[in-house]
């Protein structure tokens, strides 16, 4: 079996969709002023995304993700490198995982 | 001619430069990638049907969502609820592919808009970390998207062919690489004390959110509120002082 017309719609009905998305943000920010309150809340939007990204992730994992968060941001503020915080995050929850289970 | 040649040296390095920022990501992209082709092929998707969706669709969460729904049955095929799906899922891109618009000219609208297919969380978030700090680029946003998409093929393709011989990411800790990398952009994009109180409502509706809601709405509803009070506060504060 290769694919069906029902498959290729559905494929193709969720790349439109996708794209759509994608490319409408870039478009309106086109025709948002570029100064006072939208220009101030385009600014924001990096940060709180990444911040709801982020905060259930944390919050709402186990006693590893709270200390490997810890860690992570530690090793960051202290040394600035990402790869080292991400290697350093990555390791914690697999030790006190291995740890708590075991 | 020399100047031609330097930019395209140029837009070479950075583009070379986004694929490198975007390696801690992409180890994770890569352990996702494994678990969504086997998920994929127990799903009932055929080869062709994977290589379509990853190359046209390219998002992951969408994607997870979408084995959810999918049937090997064509006929029982929910292409409405799949597409809606899609759409859901994908919303958040809204707020994402807003802010890389200063990165382009004023003109070529069209070109930029089709470019964005090449975004995902992880190289929008490796870009606005850049732009943050005055650097950052369409090269560099297209090179992490570039790594980002071969280690997503290429690790579905593989997880497809293994079949369930796989071992869950969490096992390794590498559903963690995700969240680590995204704190400590996070972290280095702060600028001072008006960063705190957005931030804090933006992590507090997202935790609210994902406890009420599934998906990705906490991301979609954390980054308006929390954007839109960190707005709020600098406009009020800048009234202030006039």
């Known amino acids: ?102 | 001619m020399t100047d031609i040649a330097a930019s395209l040296d140029s837009r070479m390095d950075q583009f070379l430069a986004g694929a490198r920022a975007c390696v801690p990501v992409a180890i994770s992209v890569a352990a996702y990638g494994l678990v969504w082709g086997v998920l994929a092929r127990g799903a009932g998707l055929s080869l062709l049907e994977v290589i379509m969706m990853s190359a046209l669709v390219f998002a992951g969460s969408a994607q997870f969502v979408a084995l959810d729904l999918w049937t090997a049955t064509p006929a029982a095929l929910p292409i409405g609820a799949l597409v809606l799906a899609a759409l859901i899922v994908n919303l958040r891109y809204l707020l994402l592919t807003a802010t890389l618009r200063p990165l382009y000219p004023a003109k070529g609208l069209l070109g930029g808009a089709l470019s964005m297919y090449l975004v995902t969380d992880e190289n929008w978030a490796m870009t606005v970390a850049a732009m943050a700090r005055g650097k950052g680029s369409v090269a560099f946003l297209m090179g992490g998207g570039a790594l980002a998409w071969i280690a997503w093929m290429s690790t579905n393709l593989v997880g497809y062919g293994l079949g369930s011989a796989i071992d869950d990411p969490s096992r390794w800790g590498l559903d963690f690489a995700f969240t680590a990398t995204f704190l400590a952009l996070l972290l280095g994009m702060w600028k001072g004390r008006g960063d705190l109180v957005p931030w804090l409502v933006a992590a507090l509706a997202a935790i609210l959110t994902s406890r009420l809601v599934e998906g990705s709405w906490h991301i979609l509803v954390g980054g308006v509120i929390g954007s839109l009070v960190g707005a709020y506060l600098e406009t009020r504060k800048n009234a202030d002082k006039s």
């Open chain 1, 1 to 102: 079996m290769l694919t069906s017309p029902e498959a290729v719609a559905a494929i193709l009905g969720m790349a439109i969709v996708t794209m759509a998305v994608k490319a409408s943000g870039f478009l309106l920010a086109d025709r948002l002023p570029r100064d006072g309150f939208a220009a101030a809340w385009l600014r924001h939007i990096p940060g709180a995304v990444l911040a709801a990204l982020v905060a259930p992730a944390v919050v709402t994992g186990g006693v590893a993700e709270a200390i490997a968060a810890a860690a992570t941001a530690a090793v960051f503020i202290l040394s600035k490198n990402l790869f080292a915080a991400m290697a350093i995050g990555v390791a914690t929850v697999y030790a006190v995982r291995l740890l708590v289970a075991g």
